[in-house]
């Protein structure tokens, strides 16, 4: 098999690992509160404990991958989060399996921006779409996959089950990186902005961990409020702070290359929507519908299936339209195909649910695929640590932004009627909110240049640059 298909297989591979092992926790919390003797509220920690490691250590992977070399980065994150999976599964009390979540989490931070680097650094930018669709796939096939694997093996097997899969994945991708992935690193690389390590760490860890939470009773209403003010303030010093400084750890200045600014900014909005699919979807078939939890993983996994699809036209279609056409309309199908999960109702007949959400994981992974691809086409090499911490953070931020927008709709709902309840109808407007949130995306996605990214997409034209003509532009922002 060719090396730049090779390398962005191993990368997914271990995403795929990160995002199902997510994901399956959500469904198992229950049967695991029950072996530890907790109260299930009480496995919260194991969640939010997860959130805040990647929130603190993501901003540091860039540097870390500089410094040490990205596939050593790499491979010590695969075996960390696989030592934290053991850990988990031997678990035998609350605060072992916090800790064990914390070294998990430090684990995916390093491995989901470390990964993406190895790929954006080892392939020729005109092969960066078609190693992009690769990633995007595990994006959405975890989220899906997680619940109904999660709910299978709890039901059938053991909770630890969950964690102990991941042991064989873990081994395997430790060899393949040994293997295959090259230890790219930097000659000189920039210094560790410590001051604003812990200016991001701590603002970032305050604002995930608050809208995480917010609305759902973890934690009383005032000291959330008081979580994120807090998130808020820490994040706007290290913004005057990262104006200071020649290297902070994350560069606010990758902004000024439109490419990048568009797949950050608008790639923001457009994910806060998506983010709540994992959230809503399954509420809706369990709590609004009555599956159960193996019937409803069952239903949302189809979307997978979609996003596999694409693998295959994501390249020829940005080829063809490019990425501003493939952004903005892409955009609208996508908000629309999420209003349309507004309408399902218990009466709507399962081969409709599964068609709508085949179309619409199609056309977000294409989305995603299209953002992904887009961030680093005009990112000099020099910067492409710092560019891939900068888009793993923003990522992030937005999911819990997705997740907390979505069960604030929710609620509000709820309380219109006043009922504890979750009725069906209280879904329609927080999928109606998140889909508008998508959909102001378009609003960044529609300044881009007609040609923006031609180098990546293969689109052609009187305005595209060469490689050796774009190069000087992106090594302007190289540091």
Same mark, same amino acid.
């Given at each position: 098999?060719?090396?730049?298909?090779?390398?962005?297989?191993?990368? %997914?591979?271990?995403?795929? *690992?990160?995002?199902?092992?997510?994901?399956?926790?959500?469904?198992?919390?229950?049967?695991?509160?029950?072996?530890? /003797?907790?109260?299930?509220? %009480?496995?919260?920690? !194991?969640?939010?404990?997860?959130?805040?490691?990647?929130?603190?250590?993501?901003?540091?992977?860039?540097?870390?991958?500089?410094?040490?070399?990205?596939?050593?980065?790499?491979?010590?994150?695969?075996?960390?989060?696989?030592?934290?999976?053991?850990?988990?599964?031997?678990?035998?009390t609350l605060p072992e399996?916090?800790?064990?979540?914390?070294?998990?989490?430090? /684990?995916?931070?390093? *491995?989901?921006?470390?990964?993406?680097?190895?790929?954006?650094?080892?392939?020729?930018?005109?092969?960066?779409?078609?190693?992009?669709?690769?990633?995007?796939?595990?994006?959405?096939?975890?989220?899906?996959?997680?619940?109904?694997?999660?709910?299978?093996?709890?039901?059938?097997?053991?909770?630890?089950?969950?964690?102990?899969?991941?042991?064989? +994945?873990?081994?395997?991708?430790?060899?393949?990186?040994?293997?295959?992935?090259?230890?790219?690193?930097?000659?000189?690389?920039?210094?560790?902005?410590?001051?604003?390590?812990?200016?991001?760490?701590?603002?970032?860890?305050?604002?995930?961990?608050?809208?995480?939470? %917010?609305?759902?009773?973890?934690?009383?209403?005032?000291?959330?409020?008081?979580?994120?003010?807090?998130?808020?303030?820490?994040?706007?010093?290290?913004?005057?702070?990262?104006?200071?400084?020649?290297?902070? +750890?994350?560069?606010l200045k990758l902004l000024?290359?439109?490419?990048?600014?568009?797949?950050?900014?608008?790639?923001?909005?457009?994910?806060?929507? +998506?983010?709540?699919?994992?959230?809503?979807?399954?509420?809706?078939?369990?709590?609004?519908?009555?599956?159960?939890?193996?019937?409803?993983?069952?239903?949302?996994?189809?979307? !997978?299936?979609?996003?596999?699809? *694409?693998?295959?036209?994501?390249?020829?279609?940005?080829?063809?339209?490019?990425?501003?056409?493939?952004?903005?309309?892409?955009?609208?199908?996508?908000?629309?195909?999420?209003?349309?999960?507004?309408?399902?109702?218990?009466?709507?007949?399962?081969?409709?649910?599964?068609?709508?959400?085949?179309?619409?994981?199609?056309?977000?992974s294409l989305q995603f695929?299209?953002?992904?691809?887009?961030?680093?086409?005009?990112? #000099?090499?020099?910067? *492409?640590?710092? &560019?891939?911490?900068?888009?793993?953070?923003?990522?992030?931020?937005?999911?819990?932004?997705?997740?907390?927008?979505?069960?604030?709709?929710?609620?509000?709902?709820?309380?219109?009627?006043?009922? &504890?309840?979750?009725?069906?109808? #209280?879904?329609?407007?927080?999928?109606?909110?998140?889909? %508008?949130?998508?959909?102001?995306?378009?609003?960044?996605?529609?300044?881009?240049?007609?040609?923006?990214?031609?180098?990546?997409?293969?689109?052609?034209?009187?305005?595209?640059?060469?490689?050796?003509?774009?190069?000087?532009?992106?090594?302007? +922002?190289?540091?």
């Amino acid at each position: 098999m060719p090396a730049n298909i090779l390398t962005p297989l191993i990368v %997914a591979c271990a995403l795929f *690992m990160e995002n199902l092992d997510g994901t399956v926790i959500a469904t198992s919390l229950p049967a695991i509160a029950a072996d530890l /003797g907790e109260d299930p509220i %009480a496995l919260k920690l !194991a969640l939010t404990s997860y959130l805040l490691s990647l929130a603190i250590f993501i901003p540091a992977s860039g540097w870390a991958a500089d410094r040490f070399g990205a596939r050593t980065v790499f491979r010590t994150a695969i075996v960390g989060f696989t030592l934290g999976s053991i850990l988990c599964g031997l678990s035998s009390t609350l605060p072992e399996f916090v800790a064990a979540r914390v070294l998990q989490g430090i /684990g995916g931070a390093m *491995m989901v921006p470390v990964g993406r680097l190895v790929l954006v650094r080892g392939v020729p930018r005109a092969e960066l779409v078609r190693a992009m669709t690769y990633l995007s796939v595990p994006a959405l096939f975890g989220p899906v996959l997680g619940p109904p694997v999660g709910g299978f093996i709890t039901t059938y097997f053991h909770w630890r089950w969950i964690f102990w899969i991941n042991v064989p +994945i873990g081994a395997v991708g430790v060899v393949l990186a040994t293997l295959f992935i090259p230890n790219l690193k930097e000659e000189t690389p920039w210094p560790l902005d410590r001051l604003g390590f812990l200016l991001s760490g701590t603002g970032l860890a305050a604002l995930i961990f608050g809208l995480t939470v %917010a609305g759902r009773g973890f934690i009383p209403p005032a000291a959330d409020a008081v979580l994120i003010a807090a998130g808020v303030v820490l994040v706007a010093l290290y913004v005057l702070h990262a104006r200071r400084v020649p290297f902070p +750890i994350i560069d606010l200045k990758l902004l000024r290359v439109p490419t990048f600014f568009a797949a950050i900014v608008g790639g923001f909005f457009f994910r806060v929507g +998506i983010g709540a699919i994992p959230f809503l979807l399954p509420l809706l078939f369990q709590a609004g519908f009555g599956l159960t939890p193996f019937e409803s993983g069952s239903l949302t996994f189809v979307a !997978a299936a979609g996003a596999m699809l *694409m693998k295959t036209t994501a390249a020829p279609i940005l080829r063809n339209l490019g990425f501003r056409q493939v952004l903005v309309w892409n955009t609208l199908l996508c908000a629309g195909f999420l209003c349309v999960n507004a309408l399902f109702r218990p009466s709507t007949p399962h081969v409709v649910v599964i068609l709508i959400l085949l179309a619409g994981g199609f056309f977000r992974s294409l989305q995603f695929t299209s953002l992904n691809a887009l961030a680093f086409a005009d990112i #000099d090499n020099r910067a *492409m640590s710092r &560019a891939t911490s900068f888009a793993a953070v923003g990522q992030q931020l937005s999911l819990s932004v997705g997740v907390s927008l979505g069960a604030a709709g929710l609620e509000f709902a709820r309380s219109l009627h006043g009922g &504890a309840a979750v009725l069906v109808s #209280d879904f329609t407007p927080a999928f109606l909110l998140v889909a %508008a949130v998508s959909a102001m995306s378009i609003l960044v996605f529609w300044r881009l240049e007609p040609n923006a990214g031609a180098l990546v997409s293969g689109r052609r034209g009187p305005e595209v640059l060469t490689e050796a003509e774009a190069a000087p532009q992106r090594s302007a +922002i190289g540091g």
